[in-house]
């Protein structure tokens, strides 16, 4: 009589199962582990090279514990300061709506170049995609930076540099949809008589705009988050604020304006879902 | 000829012409009232951020010329002459801002990996279908949703004010960023197994740890991979900006290059900033390849 194991098989049992399922019995493969403690080892390197030291953590943390004891009540001390604060507030979400607008804008005609099946010539659609990129790849606070020393400090700043950023963004994921567009309809327009053009407009735009208008709520949500830190350079909105505010100590202004973020992020998001669900047509809930 | 009677009489041509009329109209008119609240949205919006397109429009010629400029080397017996012709004097910093490069990587990476194991131990309490209680997941859900609604540079400022100048602020700022990001992800991912390999592991007796092991955890792993590769990425690009508040990282001197005018090096710190965070693109996307398409 063969002996069983703790999962009621018999030895014979096993090695049957063992012999049909080789790849779940293998043993485990030494590059997993090898990866995971190398992993692990430059996790504590940095750790160390960074400067990591119990000590700090904790003197920090306890400090950081006084911080966010003194952030309660949130208070916004005077009406005058009230006022400042929802200014600025007004100049986040502006600067985000107007850099969303003007990025989408830009980006339209430009990803018709960027996209296959619409590019006048290859060499352009190259140019245009790898200018895209580059766009992108500098950050939205960097490109603030430079437009500052254009149109000087303040909100426009800030529109100008969600716009330039963001034309990468949304020029490339616009590419993406009209390469995934259906043919047929543009070749239907163009069959009947029309010209490359008309085939955009009648083809393809209706095609594509639902999942383009979706995209740009999308952004203009990530926009509003990006949009309060931009005046932690000077570009405008609630970012000086609360910059000035945690440099001077006023911890209780800190927290009142981290709250009035955490509101207006929310009902953006709210207000763009719903949107974005009304132009999808879909009937599923708002969340 | 008793079907004819049945049929009701066709409307006329001018009916029909008519109520099409009505509803191009109506139609015609919802846009124009769509287009005025839009309007009217953009020119509040625009007083708002105080557009000034005279001035953008006098002043826009410094944006190519400082973009032009910052190509120039500006000392040496080149000075004057594009970058190129002395690439040795362009990144004459080459040594200490790979330096910097490489703290910015690691600032990215230590954030991106303390940042995800808090973010999968917390999904397990925010997934709604693996035995949380209804008040924890609800509690959960609302910390993660604070942890990735503040922006990781008002994290950064406060750390600052807390933990000293340094990469320490940085790194536990994009940390908490990243577990809130990365925490709603990981229990929507959780929300979607398939049911039926934990039902069966409860039905032989396991217990939830062993549940979420041998059940959970193999169906998830891959994509819970691929989507904290997706959060390196952003991290990078979250790290060379860090510097700005003092929180570590390339940022520092970047900001100083640009503040202080020194033209060449913004263009010589940019250009190691696209071109790094362009590789890790390359590279966390073929690494996520493969775990997708190990994970099919």
């Known amino acids: 009589m063969s002996s069983m194991d703790s999962g009621g098989y018999t030895d014979i049992e096993n090695a049957a199962l063992r012999a049909r399922y080789a790849a779940v019995f293998a043993p485990r493969g030494r590059t997993g582990w090898a990866l995971a403690a190398a992993a692990l080892a430059l996790l504590a390197f940095g750790l160390w090279h960074l400067g990591f030291s119990p000590g700090r953590f904790f003197s920090g943390l306890n400090r950081l514990g006084d911080f966010i004891i003194f952030m309660f009540p949130p208070d916004w001390g005077n009406p005058a300061t009230l006022k400042r604060f929802l200014r600025s507030l007004g100049e986040t979400v502006a600067i985000a709506f107007l850099g969303t607008l003007l990025a989408a804008i830009f980006a339209l005609p430009l990803s018709l170049l960027a996209a296959r099946n619409t590019t006048v010539s290859q060499f352009l659609r190259f140019f245009t995609r790898r200018s895209f990129d580059t766009l992108r790849g500098v950050d939205t606070l960097i490109w603030a930076l430079i437009w500052i020393n254009v149109v000087g400090l303040g909100p426009f700043a800030g529109v100008l540099a969600i716009a330039i950023s963001d034309i990468g963004s949304l020029g490339k994921l616009f590419s993406e949809a009209i390469e995934a567009s259906d043919e047929r309809s543009v070749e239907g327009v163009k069959a009947s008589g029309g010209a490359k053009l008309h085939g955009i407009r009648f083809g393809l735009l209706p095609q594509v705009a639902p999942v383009l208008i979706g995209q740009v709520l999308y952004f203009f949500e990530s926009n509003t988050r990006s949009a309060t830190i931009l005046g932690i350079v000077g570009a405008g909105g609630i970012g000086l604020e609360i910059s000035e505010m945690i440099r001077t100590l006023e911890w209780q202004k800190v927290a009142f304006l981290i709250i009035m973020i955490l509101i207006t992020v929310s009902v953006i998001d709210r207000l763009s879902s719903l949107l974005r669900n009304a132009i999808a047509g879909s009937k599923a809930a708002p969340i | ?296």
Not at chain 2, 97 to 105: I, N, P, V, Y
Not at chain 2, 137 to 163: N, S, W
Not at chain 2, 259 to 286: G, M, N, W
Request: some cysteine; aromatic content about 12%.
């Open chain 2, 1 to 296: 000829m008793t079907a004819s009677a049945a049929t009701p009489p066709r409307p006329s041509v001018e009916q029909l012409a008519s109520s099409y009329a009505a509803e191009v109209a109506v139609k015609r008119r919802r846009f124009l009232i769509a287009a005025a609240v839009f309007a009217g949205l953009v020119l509040a919006a625009g007083w708002m951020a105080e557009v000034n397109l005279p001035l953008l429009f006098q002043n826009i010629h410094k944006f190519p010329s400082y973009i032009g400029r910052i190509f120039l080397l500006d000392s040496g017996p080149m000075t004057g002459r594009f970058v190129l012709n002395d690439v040795a004097g362009w990144y004459w910093g080459l040594g200490k801002w790979l330096r910097l490069l490489a703290d910015t990587l690691l600032i990215a990476y230590v954030a991106t990996l303390l940042g995800a194991v808090f973010a999968a131990m917390a999904c397990f309490l925010a997934a709604g279908n693996l035995g949380a209680s209804r008040w924890v997941c609800f509690v959960t859900r609302r910390i993660l949703e604070f942890c990735r609604t503040v922006p990781d540079l008002v994290f950064a400022l406060i750390f600052v004010m807390a933990f000293g100048l340094g990469p320490m602020a940085g790194v536990l700022a994009i940390a908490i960023h990243t577990a809130g990001a990365l925490g709603k992800l990981f229990y929507e991912v959780l929300e979607n197994v398939d049911q039926k390999p934990v039902e069966g592991l409860i039905a032989s007796g396991a217990s939830w740890t062993k549940t979420m092991r041998f059940a959970v955890l193999p169906q998830v792993l891959s994509n819970f991979v691929s989507y904290g590769l997706l959060r390196f990425e952003i991290n990078v690009r979250g790290a060379s900006v860090m510097g700005f508040v003092g929180a570590g990282g390339i940022g520092q001197d970047l900001i100083e290059a640009i503040r202080k005018y020194y033209y060449p090096d913004v263009s010589a710190i940019l250009l190691l900033i696209i071109v790094t965070v362009f590789i890790i693109d390359l590279v966390t996307e073929r690494v996520r390849r493969h775990f997708i398409s190990q994970a099919a």
